[in-house]
């Protein structure tokens, strides 16, 4: 996705923003539930155009360390 290219239809036409989608809109980033304090991450989030599919990441290598603790890992 983040080459440009959507990995669920092939298309190009991916568009990217730094907090392009907002959860609860009125302040930017994400709220990841985790033990720590819950501050808005910011994301960079990719749409595909086309059909539609979103990609986000969380830019927030602390929160990262936080979601490894307090989640559980999938596919175990
Ligand atoms: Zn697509």
């Not at 989608?21 to 994301?43: E, H, L, W």
């Not at 155009?49 to 307090?70: F, H, N, P, Q």
Request: glycine residues 10%; charged residues 25%; aromatic residues 8%.
């Amino acid at each position: 996705m983040k080459n440009g290219t959507c990995p669920k239809c092939g298309s190009k036409s991916v568009h990217h923003e730094q907090n392009g989608i907002y959860i609860p809109k009125m302040i930017g980033g994400a709220f990841v539930r985790t033990d720590t304090a819950n501050m808005g991450s910011n994301t960079d989030d990719y749409i595909c155009v086309d059909c539609g599919y979103i990609e986000r990441y969380l830019d927030d290598k602390d929160k990262l360390k936080a979601i490894a603790k307090a989640w559980k890992q999938a596919g175990t």
